[in-house]
């Protein structure tokens, strides 16, 4: 046989390679398509019916809840009410005299804290912090980013200050607490991580402008730890909750202003705190109070924006500045 014809021949085999190849590939690529699309549809039936179930509450009794913040507002009446419910909470909070009280409180009523002095805004000082009390007391189980402040006035009243102290308290501070207690909770496969954001983390308002970028923040980083930690382990079981709640009664919206007061007045601390407890104890990724608030959201994100507009005015809620 001449050169040529084997050639010939090598050049008709390996075309005949790459055709049985791209038929595989292609086939493969079908066989994923209708395993995606089924998996998909499946997802939705499931997250329809879980509407309409309900949903098995974790026991925290015997459990550590560490609460940042818990001297006053929210985060006191989550140390109160996870207290009640039998679990021993580690109370943070800047303000040594309040959340003494807190913890005081929790005492009075047979429930189990130990109270420790933080500033959340000086990393080495919270890292010390979280080795001793992972020393004392071991795993702690629910980590909640409760403190933040929230200054409510133009940005271009705000001072650099102010802003990096918002942004310090309301952000920054979450990834140390993180770095300092998701580890073991990897470690365990298990464990809860809470952080606060807020209806400010939903949509932009006035009066808030750095206030909002906070918050936005809180719900961006937890998104994205959310698919690290899937992506790390598929059967991953450290949940990790969003709480965006909208204004509520403890003394930082200290102007709230809205149209249609007994449809947006403001909500007790202790509502509140109830309800991101309950959504902690499902498991859910995001939480809105009240719930709905997270689906107009989304169901306003696909109204055009001007449209958008028109409701917002007509509602005319939010928050005036605090200067006068």
Not at 205 to 225: E, H, S, W
């Amino acid at each position: 046989m001449s050169k040529v014809s084997q050639s010939a021949g090598n050049n008709a085999n390996g075309t005949s390679a790459t055709n049985s190849s791209d038929i595989y590939n292609i086939v493969l690529l079908v066989v994923d398509i209708v395993l995606l699309l089924v998996k998909f549809w499946l997802a939705i039936v499931e997250s329809i019916v879980g509407l309409f179930q309900t949903k098995v509450q974790e026991n925290v009794s015997g459990k550590f809840v560490l609460i940042t913040g818990a001297g006053h507002g929210m985060g006191k009446q989550m140390a109160l009410q996870y207290a009640a419910l039998g679990a021993t909470v580690i109370c943070w909070d800047v303000n040594e005299q309040t959340n003494n009280q807190t913890v005081k409180d929790i005492k009075q009523k047979g429930g189990k804290a130990f109270g420790y002095v933080c500033n959340v805004t000086k990393r080495e000082e919270l890292i010390e912090l979280a080795q001793k009390v992972r020393k004392e007391h071991g795993f702690i189980h629910v980590v909640v980013n409760n403190a933040g402040i929230m200054p409510c006035h133009p940005l271009l009243e705000h001072t650099e200050n102010e802003i990096r102290l918002m942004y310090d308290i309301n952000v920054i501070s979450h990834f140390w607490m993180i770095q300092s207690f998701l580890p073991d909770m990897i470690e365990r496969n298990e464990g809860s991580i809470v952080a606060l954001s807020s209806c400010a983390g939903l949509f932009g308002l006035i009066n808030l402008v750095p206030y909002c970028g906070t918050k936005f923040a809180v719900r961006g980083y937890m998104a994205a730890l959310a698919e690290e930690l899937r992506q790390k382990n598929p059967q991953n079981n450290v949940k990790l909750t969003t709480i965006y709640p909208y204004m509520i009664d403890t003394g930082l919206c200290k102007n709230p202003r809205y149209r249609f007061p007994s449809l947006f007045q403001l909500i007790s601390p202790d509502v509140a705190a109830a309800s991101i407890i309950q959504a902690q104890r499902e498991g859910l990724e995001e939480a809105a109070i009240p719930r709905s608030y997270l689906a107009l959201e989304k169901i306003g994100r696909l109204v055009p924006r001007k449209a958008m507009r028109l409701v917002n005015d007509f509602v005319d809620t939010g928050v005036d500045t605090d200067k006068h």
